[in-house]
């Protein structure tokens, strides 16, 4: 492992390391256009320069290999008179229009002018003219004029999504970016280029100009799309999510994440959230407040006779909800209820070799490490829809809407029908919420905290976000109400001290807590 010396401060860094990620990961700051960790080196845009001692000339950082005794200076004069001289070629061409540009506060050409450039142009010829505004694929808006051709976009879709269809087309002077022939920027990864894009060239349709970047506040979340559990910044504005943005974890996602992902942050402010319990009346479900829904569930837990038989009531729980909430949800159903009718639906669907996974929720490894199944001879889910026309099952409490994605899920409906008393908990409106006798309505994964295990046994923190709308609480404050409601309490303050719980009960979450999970989550080994 060579040792040298970067700034006056002695560095030790593992063979083959170039001198601009050693510095890098020891917080040295070396601008750099082209370099991105996850990609391989190009070593077009010359910002890394740096003075090596004993070299002849400038040398770029990021193709560089650390040595022995090599001594290396990122801010000497002449590294510095370097860098003003690549930001004034960078600039020959590009518009100086920050204020109107929808990259202005998280652009690195707008940084680097700022602590690099020169106060004037001695540009006097006339700028290229490029193209403006176009879309070159679904999501993707292409402004060529403020393009560096750093070829990040290019590397990205060679190397990560392997799909090819962005080059650099013509040479020198006339070099720009485009598209290959009756293709577009469309593959599913291909909004990970508006991140990597160092300029304003590659915006999102989706966020291009809803918001200055500067306003909003970045929580560190977990996309809840599917089984991979991709590590996500959730950006906010007066309580409204305005996009998610992938955050680095090298065992999970790296930095990237899927475009269906990104954009299902529209799902917690969409029109259809439930946002007040809500009962049956006649034809009608009207709202209420939550005392009188959760008495309303006691008493129909109760059944006609005024008794709770678990053997006839079921729970299905959901792969939405978080370990704390699967939890709670499995210790009310077999011990206050004193059902062994548990189960969970997972729906699946596209799945590829890169982090969309088959099983399209959150925390369907968790729900099994939460023992969300049928035990001591209790019914699964197909028993369970089977048991209602027989008799067996007169009673479903029903967290999340997964039921209905599964096959034959209209006769599932029907089937749902013929119970004396059914419970649905949702975000959303959905024809499994229109058939309930209650309905309680909870939070998403923005709105709560929790921990979610992805498909790897990777536990990992969600946090909340944005407040939930109306009255809506999350999954295990709804439950931990409703146990009280029935008698038998299990009262938290916060998820928390639930998983200080998982951690005694369950062996594999033993060493399992929040401070230990971190931002980049705890390997258990999961079920």
């Known amino acids: 492992m060579p040792t040298f010396i970067i700034d006056n ?68 004069p002449k590294v510095m008179k370097a860098r003003a001289g690549v930001m004034e070629f960078q600039l020959i061409n590009h518009p100086l229009d920050c204020p109107v540009c929808d990259q202005a506060g998280e652009c690195r050409l707008q940084e680097y002018c700022f602590d690099y450039g020169v106060p004037h142009s001695r540009f006097r010829e006339e700028k290229r003219k490029k193209r403006k505004r176009f879309s070159i ?31 650099v087309f013509n040479r020198g002077d006339r070099s720009y970016i485009g598209i290959y022939s009756g293709r577009g920027l469309n593959n599913k990864y291909s909004l990970c280029t508006t991140d990597i894009c160092p300029v304003g060239a590659l915006t999102s349709k989706d966020f291009r100009f809803k918001v200055r970047v500067w306003f909003l506040t970045e929580t560190e979340s977990i996309c809840p799309e599917c089984s991979n559990g991709c590590n996500i910044k959730i950006c906010v504005r007066n309580n409204k999510i305005y996009r998610y943005l992938p955050r680095q974890n090298d065992n999970v996602n790296d930095t990237w994440m899927c475009n269906q992902g990104r954009l299902s942050y529209k799902n917690v402010h969409s029109d259809d959230r439930l946002t007040q319990p809500l ?45 704390e909430e699967g939890f709670l949800f499995r210790r009310f159903m077999r011990d206050a209820i004193g059902t062994n009718n548990i189960d969970f639906a997972v729906i699946k669907g596209y799945k590829d070799d890169m982090l969309i996974k088959e ?57 749902l029908g013929n119970l004396d008393f059914l419970v649905v908990q949702d975000t959303h409106v959905s024809d499994l919420s229109r058939k309930a006798d209650v309905v309680l309505p909870s ?38 109400r409703l146990s009280k409601v029935m008698g038998y309490p299990m009262e938290y303050n916060s998820p928390e001290e639930i998983m200080d719980e998982i951690a005694k009960e369950i062996p594999a979450y033993k060493d399992v807590n929040y401070k230990g999970i971190g931002n980049q989550g705890f390997k258990v080994n999961s079920s």
């Not at 925390?363 to 019914?379: E, Q, R």
């Not at 994964?445 to 990992?460: H, L, P, W």
């Open 9 to 76: 401060k002695k560095i030790t860094a593992d063979k083959g390391t170039t001198i601009l990620k050693a510095a890098l990961d020891n917080g040295i700051k070396i601008p750099h256009f082209c370099y991105h960790e996850k990609l391989s080196i190009d070593g077009c845009c010359r910002m890394c320069l740096v003075e090596v001692e004993k070299m002849p000339k400038l040398t770029i950082a990021c193709n560089t290999h650390v040595a022995d005794d090599m001594v290396v200076h990122t801010h000497s």
């Open 443 to 480: 939070a998403t994964f923005a709105e709560k905290d929790g921990t979610f295990t992805n498909i790897n046994g990777i536990v990992q923190r969600i946090r909340k976000a944005v407040d939930p709308p109306g009255d809506s609480l999350p999954d295990w404050e709804i439950i931990s």
């Open 279 to 323: 009962i049956r009346s006649g034809d009608k479900q009207v709202p209420v407040k939550w005392d009188e829904a959760l008495a309303i569930i006691a008493k129909g837990f109760k059944g006609r006779d005024g008794k709770v038989d678990g053997s006839h009531i079921g729970g299905i729980g959901s792969p939405h909800s978080t370990n």
């Open 137 to 167: 694929g679904e999501h993707i808006v292409f402004d060529e004029e403020r393009c560096i051709l750093c070829r990040r976009c290019v590397r990205f879709c060679r190397e990560v999504s392997k799909t090819g269809e962005v080059a």
């Open 359 to 415: 099983e399209k929720a959150a925390n369907p490894g968790g729900a099994k490490d939460m023992t969300l199944w049928p035990s001591n001879g209790g019914h699964g889910i197909s028993d369970m829809i089977g048991g209602i026309s027989t008799g067996d099952v007169k009673i479903l409490y029903i967290i999340g809407r997964d039921l209905m994605e599964l096959e034959k899920s209209e006769k599932i409906l029907d089937s």
